[in-house]
């Protein structure tokens, strides 16, 4: 090209070396684009290059990176070099993947001891309330806590249902014999001891229907006992007979007994009139 400068000012009218000279500039033009562009095409792949590695580099070591703070300290200077590489977004996707896996694992860990505390404070109150004596309660209470299907780490369902077998053995087996003693007693006419066996058992369980059916019995057989003896009673004293009504009204205070038949609080009622 330099040379044809000369020619064209030697002969300025040689339209071939004009002509020559654009081709040339063109020319010349178009071979440093291109190397404008290798170099450009060289940096960039350099670049890329250097990411990729980087990136490399802190994929080995990810698992030793506890939040995205130290995953962004390692990929600082690949960030630096391309800030939107997808490379690096995909790494850092990965981490914020990796804390939202551990937090709702620390999140499922909590929930786990909140229901395995929440157990065993249903297995302790169980407990307590057996040790108190509450057989039928204490039942219910075991049979709840199993129910509620908690995490047993420490073996607590198999002790619950051993203890829940072994207490509704005892209840069975208190309550029986004290429908015998009411079901006994109440054949004696012993009714006073009788309604309160009866009582006891439903103290121990209060759905115990056949406590419920013999407490009624008593208080039936009761009633219309002594109802006659009251009936007695008033035709002696208006008789005048005052000292053999006493001793039916005091029969009625022996065997009766408050909250058991009217007749009860009458007979105490007349025993006053009379000063006893």
């Known amino acids: 090209l330099a040379e044809l400068v000369k020619v064209h000012k030697l002969v300025p009218d040689y339209n071939g ?3 020559l000279k654009n081709h040339c500039e063109i020319g010349e033009k178009l071979r440093l684009e291109n190397e404008a562009r290798r170099a450009q095409e060289e940096k960039e792949k350099q670049i890329k290059e250097k990411i990729e590695r980087i990136v490399s580099d802190c994929s080995a070591i990810f698992n030793q990176f506890k939040n995205m703070n130290e ?12 800030p939107g590489d997808e490379n690096v977004e995909s790494l850092r996707r990965k981490m914020t993947e ?38 039928a309660k204490s039942i219910k209470q075991f049979e709840r806590y199993l129910s509620e299907e908690y995490p047993d780490p420490n ?9 829940l077998a072994s207490i509704k053995k005892q209840l069975d087996t208190k309550i029986s014999k004290l429908l015998n ?17 009866c009582q006891s058992a439903l103290n121990e369980d209060p759905s115990n229907q056949e406590a419920r059916d013999l ?7 009761l009633t219309k006992k002594m109802k006659e003896l009251y009936e007695n009673a008033s035709i002696e004293e208006n008789y005048g007979n005052i000292d053999a009504a006493k001793e039916l009204w005091l029969k009625i205070k022996k065997t009766d007994f408050d909250g058991g038949s009217q007749f009860y609080s009458k007979a105490t009622k007349k025993l006053r009139k009379y000063g006893l």
Do not use: P, W
């Open 17 to 19: 070396s004009k002509k």
């Open 71 to 82: 995953l962004n300290t390692c990929l600082f200077e690949a960030s630096e070099l391309n």
């Open 98 to 135: 990796k804390m939202e896996l551990k937090e709702q694992q620390l999140a499922n860990q909590r929930a786990r001891s909140h229901r395995i505390q929440e157990g065993q404070n249903k297995f302790n109150s169980a407990e307590a309330t057996y040790k108190k004596g509450q057989l």
């Open 215 to 221: 407490k009624h019995e008593v208080r039936v057989k």
């Open 155 to 163: 073996g607590l369902k198999s002790v619950a249902q051993r203890k």
């Open 181 to 197: 003693e009411c079901r006994k007693n109440l054949d004696d006419e012993n009714y006073k001891e009788s309604f309160k066996s």
